[in-house]
């Protein structure tokens, strides 16, 4: 009998753009088509999703933008392109429910984050609608009274 292993969501890589400059209105789930160096360079923290995104073509959910760095060790051969497109995995009534949202002025797709679920690669992308400069400003201004807010508090609590 083997040893099983704990089963973790733990993250790789977070995209704190995306939140920042829309507002995620539907967050889902998928999978990622992966070469061997690719999951290897993940395995090491090599990867970077802040300029990533998806789209629907041809039926197809595919991501671009997402930049894992070479493995070091491996040859010419074998290595992998550090920004190619990658196809997403997912069930073909979820991208059709995609596309349709997508049809819609200002919707866009972006990756959240990429994380090992049973021991394997998933991407946690949003459906979101872009802030405009005013949104983004108006949400940084509650962020700010809230945290002076709660400043006050623990102030008045320890006296």
Same mark, same amino acid.
């Given at each position: 009998?083997?040893?099983?292993?704990?089963?973790?969501?733990?993250?790789?890589?977070?995209?704190?753009?995306?939140?920042?400059?829309?507002e995620?209105l539907? +967050?889902?789930?998928?999978?990622?088509?992966?070469?061997?160096?690719?999951?290897?360079?993940?395995?090491?923290?090599?990867?970077?999703?802040?300029?990533?995104?998806?789209?629907?073509?041809?039926g +197809?959910l595919?991501?671009?933008?997402?930049?894992?760095?070479?493995?070091?060790?491996?040859?010419?051969?074998?290595?992998?392109?550090?920004?190619?497109?990658?196809?997403?995995?997912?069930?073909?009534?979820e991208?059709?429910?995609?596309? +349709?949202?997508?049809? +819609?002025?200002?919707?866009a797709?972006?990756?959240?984050?990429?994380?090992?679920?049973?021991?394997?690669?998933?991407?946690?992308?949003g459906?979101?609608?872009?802030?405009?400069?005013?949104?983004?400003?108006?949400?940084?201004?509650?962020?700010?009274?809230?945290?002076?807010?709660?400043?006050?508090?623990?102030?008045?609590?320890?006296?």
């Open positions: 009998m083997g040893v099983k292993k704990k089963q973790t969501n733990s993250d790789i890589a977070t995209n704190k753009k995306a939140r920042r400059d829309y995620i539907e +967050q889902f789930e998928c999978g990622i088509e992966l070469k061997g160096t690719e999951v290897k360079s993940i395995r090491e923290g090599r990867v970077n999703i802040s300029d990533a995104f998806a789209r629907v073509e041809r +197809q595919l991501l671009y933008g997402c930049d894992i760095q070479p493995w070091e060790t491996a040859g010419a051969f074998f290595q992998h392109e550090a920004k190619r497109t990658r196809r997403l995995l997912m069930h073909k009534k991208i059709l429910k995609l596309e +349709q949202h997508l049809a +819609q002025k200002g919707c797709l972006t990756a959240l984050r990429m994380y090992w679920k049973n021991r394997r690669v998933k991407i946690a992308i459906l979101g609608k872009g802030k405009t400069h005013r949104d983004q400003r108006y949400d940084l201004k509650a962020r700010v009274e809230m945290r002076e807010a709660q400043r006050e508090v623990a102030r008045f609590n320890r006296r």
